[in-house]
């Protein structure tokens, strides 16, 4: 695992910016997995504002996103499908076609779920995932204990994910009990991993990743395994760090 230093958000969301657009500008048929939550909206804003500004085209992309919501349609804002339109899609010229999320409307979900892991496995697997990672140690919606030899699959949010994600929601209620996730082994058979970590409340989390010896009941370590992953993280987010 490489590790990228900075010192803030604002340098967390350039760096993790410039990461992707080299990689886009290096091979335009990139396969690219996205990731919803707080931490990469300020990267999406900057790839926007390149877009804009620099004109890098996302024509050729195919984008894969980690996860989506159960039983939530893609036209409420609450969804990461609308979340993904909003920070991103609406605002670059990636093909309608070419974006993918798992569509959490279907009537069977088990079958969306083998769809999905199909059509990752057709696009030729993905070569950049971002990711960000859950308190708990989450990556996508892969709660602890998800085997690391889960493919995409339906999974129950536990209530700490509920917790932090009720803030993207009306009320506390609302925020979807089921979700379907990339699994472990979907997501490690990406070419390149880029993890954000950002903030004082992710700095035992972070602590926890650096620890060491990849673990099922901590899924982010199951990282420690990929040979090509990197991990932006802040000051903040250090700050728990074993001397
Ligand atoms: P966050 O979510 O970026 O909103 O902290 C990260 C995650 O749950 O993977």
Same mark, same amino acid.
């Given at each position: 695992?490489?590790?990228?230093?900075?010192?803030?958000?604002?340098?967390?969301?350039?760096?993790?910016?410039?990461?992707?657009?080299?990689?886009?500008?290096?091979?335009?048929?990139?396969?690219?997995?996205?990731?919803?939550?707080?931490?990469?909206?300020?990267?999406?804003?900057?790839?926007?504002?390149?877009?804009?500004?620099?004109?890098?085209?996302?024509?050729?992309?195919?984008?894969?996103?980690?996860?989506?919501?159960?039983?939530?349609?893609?036209?409420?804002?609450?969804?990461?499908? =609308?979340?993904?339109?909003?920070? /991103?899609?609406?605002?670059?010229?990636?093909? +309608?076609?070419?974006?993918? $999320?798992?569509? *959490? @409307?279907?009537?069977?979900?088990?079958?969306?779920?083998?769809?999905?892991?199909?059509?990752?496995?057709?696009?030729?697997?993905?070569?950049?995932?971002?990711?960000?990672?859950?308190?708990?140690?989450?990556?996508?919606?892969?709660?602890?204990?998800?085997?690391?030899?889960?493919?995409?699959?339906?999974?129950?949010?536990?209530?700490?994910?509920?917790?932090?994600?009720?803030?993207?929601?009306?009320?506390?209620?609302?925020?979807?009990?089921?979700?379907?996730?990339?699994?472990?082994?979907?997501?490690?058979? =990406?070419?390149?991993?880029?993890? /954000?970590?950002?903030?004082?409340?992710?700095? +035992?989390?972070?602590?926890? $990743?650096?620890? *060491? @010896?990849?673990?099922?009941?901590?899924?982010?370590?199951?990282?420690?395994?990929?040979?090509?992953?990197?991990?932006?993280?802040?000051?903040?987010?250090?700050?728990?760090?074993?001397?």
């Amino acid at each position: 695992m490489k590790i990228i230093k900075v010192k803030d958000y604002n340098e967390l969301s350039e760096a993790a910016a410039q990461f992707v657009l080299e990689r886009v500008k290096q091979n335009p048929k990139l396969v690219l997995g996205l990731a919803t939550g707080g931490t990469p909206e300020g990267m999406y804003k900057r790839l926007v504002d390149d877009h804009r500004t620099a004109g890098t085209s996302y024509k050729n992309v195919t984008t894969f996103n980690l996860d989506e919501y159960a039983g939530l349609k893609r036209t409420d804002e609450s969804s990461y499908y =609308a979340y993904m339109r909003h920070h /991103l899609f609406d605002h670059i010229d990636v093909p +309608e076609e070419n974006i993918h $999320l798992p569509n *959490g @409307e279907k009537e069977d979900l088990q079958a969306e779920c083998s769809e999905y892991e199909q059509l990752i496995k057709e696009a030729g697997n993905i070569d950049l995932q971002v990711l960000g990672i859950g308190g708990n140690g989450h990556i996508g919606f892969n709660e602890p204990g998800t085997s690391f030899d889960s493919l995409t699959h339906v999974v129950t949010l536990e209530e700490s994910t509920r917790k932090a994600n009720a803030r993207f929601f009306p009320s506390d209620a609302e925020v979807p009990t089921h979700a379907l996730t990339m699994g472990i082994e979907t997501i490690m058979r =990406a070419k390149e991993i880029v993890m /954000l970590i950002s903030g004082e409340s992710k700095a +035992e989390t972070a602590a926890q $990743l650096f620890s *060491g @010896e990849a673990n099922e009941n901590f899924p982010a370590s199951v990282l420690n395994n990929h040979p090509n992953t990197t991990v932006i993280i802040d000051e903040a987010a250090l700050t728990k760090m074993k001397k």
